[in-house]
T-cell receptor, first 113, second 116 residues
Framework: GAVVSQHPSWVICKSGTSVKIECRSL??????MFWYRQFPKQSLMLMAT?????????EQGVEKDKFLINHASLTLSTLTVTSAHPEDSSFYIC?????????FGPGTRLLVL | AQSVTQLGSHVSVSEGALVLLRCNYS??????LFWYVQYPNQGLQLLLK??????LVKGINGFEAEFKKSETSFHLTKPSAHMSDAAEYFC??????????????FGTGTRLTIIP
C-alpha cells in the first residue's frame, strides 16, 4: 500500500507556543490530504481537508486561525497549531488517497504543558 | 449525511474463537465501507474495503466482512482469533463520489481483547 509519514511522532511544548506537524506522501502525489484529531479512547474526528495550491476546507467547529494548514506541494501538507493550550493536547493523524482508499500516517502525539 | 454505528465498544474473545465486530451504516447513496485497525499509539491500517463489487470482502490478517444492504450492515469477522489481533477497530463510510477524495465518517471504535 501507499506510505504516508508524519513528523514529528510526538512533541511536547509549552502553552502559548506554536507547533508544526508535517504529513508527507512518500511514494505518490496527493492533491488532497486530510487531518484528523483523536482524543484518548475516542474515534477520529475530521478537522480539515487540505488542498494542494488552495485553501483548506475546515469542518464545522474547527478554528481555522488556530489550526493553520498549508499544502504547498503534492507530497507535503503541514498543520500548525498556533498558540497551543493544554486542551489542544491530542493525537493528530493525517491521511492521503492515492486512488480509491485513504492511507493514514502514523500520527503525531501533541502534549501541551 | 452518512453515519456509522459500531455496536459494542469492547469485545473480548478467547484465543482461537470467532471474532465478530458489528458495524451498521446509514447512507443516502451507495456507500463505500472500510474497516481499519489501530494499534496503540499508531495510525490506522486498512484491513479491507467494500466499493460496490463483491459483497464478501476479504482483507489482511484473515479478516473478512460482508456487505448486507438489506440490513445496512458491514460486520467484520475472523474465524480464529490470535493474540496479535488485540487492537482498536474502526468502521468507516464514505459516499465514494470523488473516488477516495471524499471524507470518511468513522464509527466510535471497538476495542478487541483476546483472552489467552
Amino acid at each position: 500500500g501507499a506510505v504516508v509519514s508524519q513528523h514529528p511522532s510526538w512533541v511536547i511544548c509549552k502553552s502559548g507556543t506554536s507547533v508544526k506537524i508535517e504529513c508527507r506522501s512518500l511514494d505518490f502525489q496527493a492533491t488532497t490530504m486530510f487531518w484528523y484529531r483523536q482524543f484518548p479512547k475516542q474515534s477520529l474526528m475530521l478537522m480539515a481537508t487540505s488542498n494542494e495550491g488552495s485553501k483548506a476546507t475546515y469542518e464545522q467547529g474547527v478554528e481555522k486561525d488556530k489550526f493553520l494548514i498549508n499544502h504547498a506541494s503534492l507530497t507535503l501538507s503541514t498543520l500548525t497549531v498556533t498558540s497551543a493550550h493544554p486542551e489542544d493536547s491530542s493525537f493528530y493523524i493525517c491521511s492521503a488517497n492515492p486512488g480509491g482508499t485513504q492511507y493514514f500516517g502514523p500520527g503525531t502525539r501533541l502534549l501541551v504543558l | 449525511a452518512q453515519s456509522v454505528t459500531q455496536l459494542g465498544s469492547h469485545v473480548s474473545v478467547s484465543e482461537g474463537a470467532l471474532v465478530l465486530l458489528r458495524c451498521n451504516y446509514s447512507s443516502s447513496v451507495p456507500p463505500y465501507l472500510f474497516w481499519y485497525v489501530q494499534y496503540p499509539n499508531q495510525g490506522l491500517q486498512l484491513l479491507l474495503k467494500y466499493t460496490s463489487a463483491a459483497t464478501l470482502v476479504k482483507g489482511i490478517n484473515g479478516f473478512e466482512a460482508e456487505f448486507k444492504k438489506s440490513e445496512t450492515s458491514f460486520h467484520l469477522t475472523k474465524p480464529s482469533a490470535h493474540m496479535s489481533d488485540a487492537a482498536e477497530y474502526f468502521c468507516a463510510v464514505s459516499d465514494g463520489a470523488n473516488f477516495g477524495n471524499e471524507k470518511l465518517t468513522f464509527g466510535t471504535g471497538t476495542r478487541l481483547t483476546i483472552i489467552p
